[in-house]
């Protein structure tokens, strides 16, 4: 099992002014030991479930090219881009800049969005949700379209566009790969089975983590996929790796989940030191994990 390295929250020790060099170190200790991925979240606003909106945030993608430079093998995305945030074509391009820049290292994790209150407050449109999963699927044809050679237009309800030029082309073939963030059965799930190469979920209880691989597969048969080629990821809250029991457990209950085909987690390092929490991470869960 891969581990990712999540950020989700910027309220660190040391204020504004060290939050670049903590990404920096952050990232270069997780690219060392050993982390699959290292995300950020797209949003513009802390959300309520980590701290009060006024807490620290930073736009995900400037994020990820800050950290792209200093280093070599983990993997970049966002965790997930909301599709509301930002034009189809102008998102294909962002996400192939960073994976022509990072030598080759970006993914696309993409969800419907939700969190209305951010939408309200800088103007952005947040339309109802059905049109947000028309726009997930659109938006998602777009990016393959300008991934590929090619460049004719892209016309769909929602976006229009003439010319879907994208040069260079990312350096991944046949386009850095899509994650589908959400457990919705019937359109979220739907829509990973027609556009993605991975789909992110929670960690719900065993019986129901079957169920939404069995929707799933029965979405690939629909839309003519394989199942096998759509990798399962998980978000999970990370255990002290300071305590070695906690650790066992914490392996022992990723154990269940690699059997049932998970094969990566994100873990969030929490607190207002995060650099000391993805050292010991790396140090004691990271390897743990590897072997399941």
Request: proline letters at 8%; aromatic letters at 8%; a negative charge.
């Amino acid at each position: 099992m891969r581990t990712a390295c999540s950020l989700a929250n910027f309220t660190w020790d040391g204020g504004p002014s060290q939050i670049g060099p903590s990404i920096i170190e952050i990232a270069k200790l997780a690219d060392d030991a050993g982390f699959s991925t290292l995300t950020a979240m797209d949003h513009w606003f802390q959300i309520e479930m980590v701290g009060p909106p006024e807490n620290e945030m930073l736009e995900g993608y400037s994020v990820l090219a800050f950290a792209a430079g200093v280093t070599q093998y983990i993997e970049l995305q966002l965790l997930v881009t909301g599709v509301t945030y930002r034009h189809p074509g102008l998102l294909a391009k962002t996400v192939t800049t960073l994976d022509v820049l990072s030598g080759g290292r970006a993914r696309l994790g993409i969800g419907a969005a939700w969190f209305e209150e951010e939408h309200q407050a800088l103007g952005v449109p947040f339309p109802p949700v059905a049109e947000r999963f028309e726009r997930l699927d659109e938006t998602m044809a777009i990016y393959r379209q300008m991934c590929s050679d090619d460049d004719g237009p892209f016309v769909g309800q929602h976006y229009q566009l003439e010319r879907t030029l994208n040069s260079p082309l990312p350096l991944q073939r046949p386009h850095p790969p899509i994650m589908v963030g959400g457990m919705g059965p019937t359109k979220t799930l739907r829509l990973a089975a027609r556009h993605a190469q991975a789909v992110n979920w929670f960690p719900v209880p065993a019986d129901q983590f079957q169920e939404l691989k069995d929707t799933l597969a029965r979405h690939c048969e629909t839309e003519g996929t394989d199942p096998a080629e759509i990798r399962i990821t998980m978000m999970a809250f990370h255990p002290d790796p300071h305590d070695s029991a906690a650790v066992d457990g914490f392996v022992e209950q990723m154990s269940m989940y690699a059997n049932l085909g998970v094969d990566e987690v994100f873990l969030s390092p929490n607190g207002p030191d995060p650099v000391a929490v993805v050292e010991a991470l790396g140090e004691h869960v990271v390897p743990r994990l590897a072997e399941l």
